[in-house]
């Protein structure tokens, strides 16, 4: 049955109920990595990005407790435990393969607002040039409403700063921001049928650890993209061996976003409790402090780390200084432009439990005023383009390249 829905998922045809299903088999694989759940087994799968040959693998993890330190830098100032549920995990760090696939709304989206406007004025003739091409009707048809709706990015200020490691597809992405993650995760949501999010700090140390205190010694090198062994450049992702978990990357190559704000006063407050992952998240509520995790191709050995954190903040409160080289005003809400972001990416992870509506939110949609202010000003002047993520979305994005469809958009 896993075998189907992965099948189906592959040609672009699942549904929200076998998506649901991905990943569940009712018996103990033979190989590979498995996590015992209530009824069933959650094994590891690969996805096919619909309409497309690009694909990602999603790993089990299982449940645990890990300790978190309220200050990386200052052990003294106490810790607190979190149980963590079971969850998938990418094995490998978001590539561009698959991030350009979401970069790729962006014009999509437009084309898309050109063929709603051009069907006020002449419906028959539109609905006569998309007969067949259903999804995209159904698409320019639809009004986008908040729940489906995501935010492209734009097109990259400045592609040779961004592509500092290379810009070959199977290179992690990196330079975006954590909105622009989030809405990733929301859009790969949506077209899927199934939840995925970036990992809570809690998940992704307890996913880096493997079950146990993370890679040492000769295996550390075998695992880690660092500056004595990169060549001070970001490397194709899963080109090293992976954890006891199966997953890779986690430590060095890119450092990697995760839900959770630094907020040093709101961990403080937890210091020595014992939470539930989800109590757990310090979610983000200002530009501010966010943090990713793990390290990058161009810091020592000595900082890659499970528990080390790098802060997009500066002197300032803000994450202005990853921003030096970017000449928009506002500040691009999407991008990066300066070090150490070239060195920062994400990877995704999938909860067990379908996520509430509440954490939805808070997982997918940004949550400060100061960036949705920005978002909105450049929304305004064209300059990011919004829309419903939809199942339909992939192959309405492939027939907009029909030879009707173009004589329309001409």
Known sequence: MQRLFGFLLSIGFTTIASAAQLGIATEKPAEGPSVAIPGGFMTAYEVTLPESDVTFRMIPVPGGTVT?????????????????????????????????????????????????????????????????????????????????????PTALYEADATYESGEEPELPAVTMTPYAAKQYTKWLSRIIGADFRLPSEAEWQHAAAGGGEGPTGEEFADQVWFDENSDYAAQPVGTKKPNAFGLHDLLGNVAEFVLDAA???????????????????????????????????????????????????????????????????PLSPWWYTSAPATGVGFRIVRPLEPMSAEIRTKAWEEQAPEILKDVAAR???????????????????EQLESAEVKKLLD
Do not use: H
């Not at 259903?134 to 409403?145: D, F, H, Q």
């Not at 499970?306 to 200084?321: M, Q, V």
């Open 263 to 329: 907020a040093p006063a709101d961990r403080a407050k937890l210091a020595g409790k014992k939470l539930r992952s989800s109590e757990a998240v310090i979610w983000p509520t200002t530009r501010s402090s966010r943090v990713a995790k793990g390290g990058y191709f161009d810091v020592t050995a000595e900082e890659c780390t499970i528990a080390g954190r790098l802060l997009s903040i500066d002197d300032k409160g803000t994450d202005e200084s990853w921003k030096l080289d970017d000449p928009n005003v």
């Open 68 to 152: 978190m330190l309220v200050d990386p830098d200052d052990p003294d100032k106490g810790s607190y435990e979190v149980a963590v549920d079971p969850f998938w995990m990418g094995a490998c760090e978001v590539s561009w393969a698959e991030y350009w696939r979401f970069m790729d709304l962006n014009m999509a989206f437009a084309r898309i607002q050109i063929l709603r406007t051009a069907r006020e004025a002449d419906a028959e003739k539109v609905d006569e040039a998309l007969v067949t091409a259903k999804e995209l009707a159904t698409v320019v048809s639809a009004a986008p409403n908040e729940v489906d709706a995501v935010t492209a």
């Open 379 to 397: 929304l305004r002047e064209g300059r990011g383009k919004r829309d419903a993520a939809r199942p339909e979305l992939p192959a309405a994005v």
